[in-house]
């Protein structure tokens, strides 16, 4: 009886693990059919080359956006990783655990915001601001990286936190009583015990500010144009495929498709570069 | 105390479900134009309090979605607001059930009162890039438009005629989302809808000619565009009445009162 109890769990937990998989699978196989023949149809050179992207003459370059969503997702991570690693770093090292307790999951809150109000405030209050004092549009790469850098900071600080707390408190112990002070403990114990952790609290939020779609959507500008400065409006991936699903039809759909494999296959890249990086890091150890 | 909450629940949603199955209902579906949806949704509400035994229910979509669910068959009407109906759409019944003028919008700081077409083309186009050269002060022109595919776009496109929107115009995906944007920035210009209209934004003079009913109506405002609903086959049943009910004195007062134009 114990036994087919014992059978049983694992049957479940083995089909539901598989579909959890298979969903993955299934999706990206649909893009890949939908998006796939688009590309080779049109040539991949011209989709992925041109900066032209006029539907409805036929012409769909996506060169413009691929380049606006690695600035965009740059941008966040100079905004974010910074702010977010030295915000864990303190709250981690420097401030009593009982008040980390109340703090940490104050900050985890912000990821309960749902984005479009992220992009409500971006509109309402981060636009003008950026227009009055640096000029341009206001709806700006500027803009859209500020908030995508906010809405990365529960990520890179929970997972940040997490890893260095996983720190043994012998290797702090042990510096302090070679007469280190509290941070050259940090950042020559405490951090590089922690690297690969941090390093993927950041990748963690680089994958959502890649992905984010409504927030940059709303505060973008969502023009179709290769950036010259932080202050220029442009349309990332996400944005191309979201602004115009609604209406495309025909060869137009297909090219949203096929904007979702390049989507995908930059995600692909970037987490291969990360996990690359942290497994280099960790043999180094 | 959980278990009655739930046994209430359970109660409120087979009470729910109960009601809302009427028996021997007709129901339509209309779909497309985002423009127009709001107004097929007032006028739908109205038709079905005098005729309860039709369920009415309005998706949006964009004029592309009408045409293309009312060829498909998804939705049993189509709404689309374009100048002209592309090519497969002329296998559909299409009945002009009111107009809409598209406003030239600017911020109300903004001391300019009038552009004439090729001003407006050229602003578009990128080629007057500061407000000084049509009259205004010394500051550089945002100009924002529309997604591709959207009705009020293309139509914009093809009135003005000749319009290759330059590469940094901002771009926002619905007329209230143009209107916070013009509102917002002093140096904007947009369009939309003329029913969309407030105080918040400035609509201006093409050609001399005022964004008003009445201008619109005597055909004086040039961007006028009219609303199209889309029917596979005849008219007839339940869908030729609804028609007939918006093209009535009071349908049609529904449709003026809210800002777009009647069809006649």
């Known amino acids: 009886m114990k036994l087919i109890g014992e059978k049983g769990v694992t049957k479940v937990l083995m089909i539901t693990a598989f579909s959890a998989i298979s969903i993955l699978l299934l999706i990206a196989l649909f893009i890949i059919n939908e998006g796939l023949p688009f590309i080779f149809k049109y040539g991949a050179g011209n989709f992925l080359l041109s900066s032209d992207w006029q539907p409805h003459l036929n012409k769909f370059g996506i060169y413009p956006m691929i380049v606006a969503s690695i600035w965009v997702t740059l941008g966040a991570m100079i905004v974010g990783a910074p702010l977010g690693v030295a915000g864990a770093l303190f709250l981690s090292e420097y401030v009593p655990r009982t008040i980390m307790r109340i703090v940490k999951p104050t900050i985890e809150l912000l990821a309960a915001i749902p984005s479009v109000v992220y992009g409500f405030i971006g509109v309402m209050v981060l636009a003008p601001l950026i227009r009055k004092n640096f000029g341009g549009p206001g709806l700006s790469l500027l803009a859209a990286s500020i908030i995508l850098g906010v809405m990365i900071l529960p990520t890179v600080i929970s997972i940040s936190i997490d890893s260095i707390l996983a720190v043994p408190q012998s290797y702090r112990e042990g510096s302090l009583a070679l007469g280190a002070t509290t941070w050259q403990t940090i950042h020559m114990v405490t951090i590089k015990a922690s690297k690969s952790g941090i390093i993927a609290s950041i990748i963690l939020g680089l994958g959502r500010a890649i992905g984010e779609t409504m927030a940059v959507i709303m505060v973008a500008g969502n023009s179709v144009n290769i950036p010259h400065s932080p202050l220029d409006s442009v349309r990332t991936l996400t944005a191309n495929i979201a602004l115009e699903m609604s209406y495309a039809t025909g060869m137009h759909r297909q090219a949203l498709f096929a904007t979702g494999v390049v989507l995908l296959i930059v995600i692909i890249i970037l987490n291969s570069i990360a996990s690359v990086a942290i497994r280099k890091r960790i043999s180094k150890r | ?264």
């Open chain 2, 1 to 264: 105390m959980f278990r009655k909450l739930f046994s209430a629940l359970i109660a409120m949603a087979v009470i729910i479900s109960i009601s809302g199955c009427g028996k021997g209902k007709t129901s339509l579906t209309l779909a497309g134009s985002t423009a127009f949806q709001p107004f097929a949704e007032k006028l739908a509400e109205k038709y079905m309090t005098t005729n309860p035994n039709v369920t009415i229910t309005v998706q949006g979509g964009g004029s592309a979605v009408g045409i293309q669910s009312a060829n498909s068959g998804a939705a049993q009407i189509g709404m689309a607001d374009l100048v002209t109906l592309p090519e497969d759409a002329k296998a559909l019944t299409a009945t002009v059930v009111a107009k809409d003028g598209v406003a030239i919008v600017v911020n109300p700081a903004n001391k300019i009162i009038n552009l004439t077409t090729d001003q407006i083309r050229d602003i578009f186009n990128g080629k007057i890039t500061n407000w000084k050269e049509v009259g205004g002060e010394n500051a550089p022109i945002t100009v924002v438009s529309r997604e591709a595919g959207s009705g009020t776009r293309s139509s914009f496109e093809q009135i003005v005629t000749n319009i290759t929107l330059k590469k940094d115009a901002l771009i926002q995906d619905s007329n209230g989302t143009i209107r916070e944007t013009v509102a917002n920035d002093a140096n904007s210009i947009g369009y939309l809808s003329h029913g969309l209209l407030n105080e918040k934004i400035k609509a201006l003079k093409v050609d001399g000619q005022d964004c008003t009913v009445e201008s619109i109506v005597s055909g004086n405002y040039k961007l006028v565009r009219p609303i199209f609903l889309l029917v596979k086959g005849n008219l007839e049943g339940e869908i030729k009445n609804f028609i007939d009910y918006i093209l009535s004195e009071e349908g049609q007062n529904t449709i003026k009162k809210d800002g777009l134009l009647p069809a006649k």
